[in-house]
């Protein structure tokens, strides 16, 4: 979650007088009967939370009468993130997928493992005995 989404939803709280357990109360239910805790809401004010549910953004905002555009914007900027670099990953896939996969093996190397016996086989010199050249 980003940080000034928490410092947008811990001023709303500080200047209601709202503790964590309160808006906890307040928000209620979400989704599958889910609860969000005060816990949560506390990493959300300290803006360590990495993704507040939509739902319970959409009632952050009006409960606290935070600006919607600013505040929807701010709690939506991990998943912007997220989303550009799951981009640069599928340009890079893309690019390995061109070249043939080419790409991909020469920065995993041999990954192949040896067979010794049939290395060690083909490198050994038949004895003279047997008539054929070494």
Same mark, same amino acid.
């Given at each position: ?69 600013? $505040? ?26 061109? $070249? ?33 050249? $070494?």
């Amino acid at each position: 979650m980003s940080e000034r989404f928490g410092r947008m939803v811990d001023e709303a709280a500080v200047a209601q007088g709202l503790k964590n357990y309160q808006l906890q109360v307040m928000i209620g239910l979400y989704g599958n009967q889910q609860v969000f805790s005060a816990k949560q809401l506390d990493r959300v004010r300290k803006g360590q939370y990495r993704f507040v549910p939509p739902e319970v953004v959409g009632r952050l905002i009006a409960l606290l009468g935070l600006p919607a555009d600013d $505040a929807w914007e701010a709690a939506m900027e991990p998943l912007k993130e997220e989303l550009e670099s799951y981009r640069r990953f599928r340009t890079a896939v893309s690019q390995v997928a061109v $070249a043939g996969g080419r790409a991909l093996k020469h920065q995993l190397g041999n990954r192949r493992p040896a067979d010794r016996r049939r290395a060690d086989r083909r490198r050994r010199p038949v004895p003279a005995e047997l008539g054929r050249a $070494a």
